[in-house]
């Protein structure tokens, strides 16, 4: 079953909202900054309570979980740092003490990877982003195979408002027509971008689950057909470099958002994720250097070549 919202937004709050004062969360720390604003600005006023954990660590699950949780909140591949939590054991460790599991698998896509498969009971999708693939749709949808869940869900879309229209409908639906060929064209730009950047002097660190020294690569290989789209990396230098960085590239356009055919580039923490406060953001390892790429399906070698001159002229 799928649910069709507004936004990926809405599509949160359509879920959420079915929770109550006193009910509690438990979110990977690793989250869109839009994630995090919507749950300690918005739920937060009407009692509904978070706790923020590396979910990557299966460990940091179990003692998160109290009494009054009712949900488990996983970003994998996670934004921006691209974490991967093994799905299929952290939903073990949350049936186990009856907490439900929700998966945003925005940056994997249906494509990629099937939390439902994996023992998820509901999955998010910004369509927005890589369903749509390019960059002229706003919308959301929840998946799921509970029938009473599909019921609340469909009372609480309707009584909010946050359904798409049907414009939006037939764009995401284009969208989903050429996903498969759009995704495989993605992972392997991204492949080969992670590669050129693990062998710049001045790139501190990069994030890709498909490098095979990358924490959580094995799991990435055993939940996922491929690594996507999405492509992280520390630049050497300060937080005015990486800013400087991103304001100097010509092929990859300055832009928050992600998954369409063209490439973006976006700096985090003064970007998608300024709305975290600096000390949560450490918390999770999330630098002030760290750039990050939206890998479209340009020719790759210009991609190379754009970030190479923006590296250079960035110093």
Known sequence: MVESCSSGCAAADTLLSTLKSGDHVVCGRDVYGGTYRLFTKVFEKFGVQFTFINAHNLSEIGPAIRENTKLLWLESPSNPQLSITDIAEACKVA???GVKVCVDNTFATPYLQQPLKLGADYVLHSTTKYLGGHSD???GAILLNDEEAYSRF???????GAVPGGLDCFLLLRGTKTL???????CENARKIAAFLKGEKEVARVYYPGLSDF???????????DFGGMVSFELAGSVERGKKFCSLTRVFALAESLGGVESLVGHPVTMTHASIPPAERAKGGLTDNLVRLSVGIEDCDDLIADIQQAIAKSR
């Open 215 to 225: 924490p959580g690569h094995a799991v990435a290989r055993k939940q996922m057909r």
């Open 137 to 139: 749709v706003v919308g």
């Open 180 to 186: 498969h060929v759009r995704m495989e064209r993605h």
């Open 95 to 97: 049936h186990a003490r």
């Open 154 to 160: 469909k009372f609480m879309q309707n009584a909010v």
